[in-house]
């Protein structure tokens, strides 16, 4: 049985967008070992050469770019080439279609040894202070087991090195997969050569760790006040520059900038500072210790004013990262502060650190309790850094795709987007990818709800919206009130950008008094989809109902709900116990349209659902 390996050494971050290069920006440098032992045919080290051509294709190849290696082995090792050989495209890929077919057994130890004694070697060029994957690609089994656990141990052991498994083929032992790779992540199975194009995504997701598609704009808020020392404040500038190196850096990809706090608030780095990476990291480690007092306020309006002004490209995502090591001085104020930061459309985190912070405050500050993080120490603040990446990997892709694509019809439905089912990556898209609806939330804002149920409505709208591509070549929102009149607060073409729309759902007032459903219902149809409002003549019309009680209008309601269902998809969302069911029916453009909830705090449980029914459009 042949048994191939692949090992893939490379030194990258992640790419912005693999469709036409993988992992630009960022210097790579990738060793594929191929195993070429046993008994199989020539003509599937063929495709194993010719997978391995197109997925370097797809690389930008160069001396400060992405570089290759390639060794073969069976029962020896061939060094085909290293990885500073070849110094443009072209030369490697036709290096590649040279290689020969060894034929024989299967040491993978021997490869495995060769590649971290001879091919990561700066003489044969491999660059320091990038990290490295590993990726093995095999159809069977090791001869020699143990050895190759043991330099696959060593392998690994090399700063920055990941090493990834493929398998190909009913042969594989997925043990000793597991064993080679760095982790079960980096691990895949085809079963068989043709089908190695099926992994190619994920691999190329894999070796790119690709991030997001979108821009971000992260904001560091390091606290600097006297509790911290000189010692600790130095492990708040280490964190920042390992979180930061995990970026590719640019105004279309993502800018870092960083303030700390104490008495008062200073900005160190703006947001658009410093262009390349290690002019970020070199400068982080220049920012002084402070001393003084904790007035976080003062650093989160310093932050938002930040993000409010340097974002560059309207669609970039906003982060801000928060370190501290205690509470606040003045609780009151920096929870108003927060509060606008959140208003303001920027994923706020928050790391505490140490037994002196106020959780509830850490609770207050952040977006919401997924974006706190603690540690006991500051020495554990590098066990957090790749969840803190990955969360903004995983916005990145999903909020921020709202830049124009080429489409060749106008779409009149949406559909749900096909998840990644291949290999172990899978990147979020978009609710819907970018398809063009436009969406209308109709609120019930009646005496019955209270202010704070308002208020979980409003949430609730907010995180529906926010998995959107939200843009005139996208999906596009418009929100009306009633009560016992009907409020317009925002048509379909009054915010465009992302930041604005959500934005304007939050700052959403509440009215009180009557249920004016039928009239609502009115103005949906008779002034909301309306093109002179922004509604656009190529988008699914979506209108989403949603309310607590039972119109005072039973029969107009069924005569109005009746004509917007003409007009758009209409779906109805019930809360509590005094929603009438049957009108919830009438309301919907189909029974699978209607949704209820016993509560206002059980809103969050339906979104999947209706994004769903929502993307999958009128049938
Ligand atoms: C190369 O990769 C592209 C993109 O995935 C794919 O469409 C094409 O079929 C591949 N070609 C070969 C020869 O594998
Ligand atoms: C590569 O980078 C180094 C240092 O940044 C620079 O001096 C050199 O000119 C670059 N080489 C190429 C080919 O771009
Ligand atoms: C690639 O590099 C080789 C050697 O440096 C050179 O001869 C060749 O012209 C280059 N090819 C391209 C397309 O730049
Ligand atoms: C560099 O690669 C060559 C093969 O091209 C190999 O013989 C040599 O040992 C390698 N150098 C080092 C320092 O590992
Ligand atoms: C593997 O990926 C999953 C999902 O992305 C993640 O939850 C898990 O932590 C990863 N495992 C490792 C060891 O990185
Ligand atoms: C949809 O229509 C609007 C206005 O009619 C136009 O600006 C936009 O480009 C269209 N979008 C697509 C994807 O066709
Ligand atoms: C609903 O609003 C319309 C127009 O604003 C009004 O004529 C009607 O009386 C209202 N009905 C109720 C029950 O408030
Ligand atoms: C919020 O709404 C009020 C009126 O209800 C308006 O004056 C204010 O400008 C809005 N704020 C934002 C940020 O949209
Ligand atoms: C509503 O319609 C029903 C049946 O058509 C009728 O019996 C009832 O009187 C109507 N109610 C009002 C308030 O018009």
Not at 483 to 510: G, K, P
Not at 533 to 553: E, F, L, M, Q
Not at 557 to 567: F, G, H, V
């Amino acid at each position: 049985m042949l048994k191939l390996a692949i090992v893939l050494t490379v030194i990258g971050y992640h790419s912005t967008n693999a469709l036409t290069r993988a992992c630009p920006y960022k210097p790579a440098d990738i060793v594929f070992v191929v195993d070429g032992s046993g008994s199989e045919r020539m003509a599937n080290f063929q495709k194993q050469l010719a997978f391995i051509q197109n997925f370097t294709g797809q690389f930008e190849i160069g001396r400060n770019k992405t570089q290759v290696s390639l060794v073969t082995f069976s029962t020896d090792v061939t060094n085909e080439f290293n990885l500073n050989t070849y110094s443009n495209k072209s030369d490697v890929l036709s290096a590649i279609s040279r290689v020969h077919y060894p034929n024989g057994e299967t040491y993978t130890h021997l490869a495995l040894d060769y590649v971290r004694l001879h091919s990561l070697t700066p003489q044969n060029g491999s660059r320091n202070g990038i990290s490295k994957i590993v990726i093995v690609l095999t159809d069977g089994k090791s001869n020699e087991e143990v050895l190759t656990a043991q330099a696959a141990a060593l392998l690994k052991q090399i700063r920055d090195v990941t090493v990834v498994a493929i398998g190909i083929g009913d042969g594989v032992d997925p043990k000793e997969l597991a064993m080679i790779a760095s982790n079960k992540n980096h691990t895949f199975t085809v079963p068989s050569f043709d089908l190695l194009q099926t992994i190619y995504k994920d691999l190329t997701d894999t070796t790119c760790h690709t991030c997001g598609q979108g821009p971000a704009d992260i904001f560091f808020l390091l606290d600097s006040s006297g509790s911290e020392g000189t010692v600790n404040f130095r492990k708040q500038l280490e964190f920042t520059n390992t979180v930061a190196n995990e970026f590719d850096f640019g105004p279309d990809s993502t800018q870092i900038g960083l303030g700390t706090f104490a008495t008062g608030a200073t900005l160190e780095i703006p947001i658009n500072r410093y262009h390349t990476k290690e002019e970020f990291i070199q400068n982080v480690l220049r920012v002084p210790f402070k001393d003084g007092e904790s007035n976080l306020h003062l650093g989160l309006d310093m932050a938002r004013l930040q993000l409010s002004e340097s974002t560059l490209t309207v669609n970039s995502h906003r982060f801000v990262i928060i370190l501290t090591d205690g509470r606040s001085l003045e609780h009151e104020l920096t929870v108003q502060v927060a509060k606008r930061l959140h208003w303001a459309g920027i994923e706020t985190f928050v790391i505490g650190i140490g037994n002196d912070v106020d959780e509830n405050e850490l609770l207050d500050v952040a977006s919401d309790r997924t974006h706190v993080f603690r540690v006991n120490t500051f020495d554990q603040l590098d066990t957090i850094h790749r969840q803190i990446v990955d969360r903004i990997c995983v916005a990145k892709t999903v909020f921020t795709t709202t830049t124009p694509r080429p489409t060749t019809k106008p779409t009149t439905t949406l559909k749900p987007t096909t998840p990644t089912t291949m290999g172990t990556t899978t990147t979020t898209k978009p609710a819907c990818g970018p398809k063009v609806a436009d969406i209308l939330f109709i609120l019930d804002s009646s005496d019955s709800e209270g202010p704070e149920n308002f208020k979980k409505i409003l949430d609730f709208v907010y995180n529906f919206a926010r998995q959107f591509a939200i843009g005139v070549n996208n999906v596009l929102f418009s929100l009306i009130t009633y009560s016992s009149n009907v409020n317009v607060r925002f048509h379909f073409n009054t915010y465009t950008s992302r930041n604005s729309v959500l934005n304007a759902i939050l700052n959403t007032s509440y009215i009180g008094l009557g249920t004016n459903t039928s009239d609502a219902l009115n103005v949906a149809r008779t002034v909301m989809f309306r093109p002179e409002h922004g509604s656009r003549p190529n988008a699914t019309n979506i209108a989403i109902v949603i309310t607590d009680g039972r119109s005072r209008n039973p029969n107009a309601t069924i005569t109005e709900a009746a004509q917007l269902k003409k007009t758009a998809d209409v779906f109805s969302i019930g809360i509590g116990p005094d929603v009438d069911q049957n009108e919830l029916t009438i309301i919907a453009s189909k029974p699978t349209n209607v949704m209820q909830v016993n509560s206002f705090e059980l809103l969050h449980t339906i979104q999947d659902k209706i994004t769903q029914a929502a993307c999958s459009g009128r049938t």
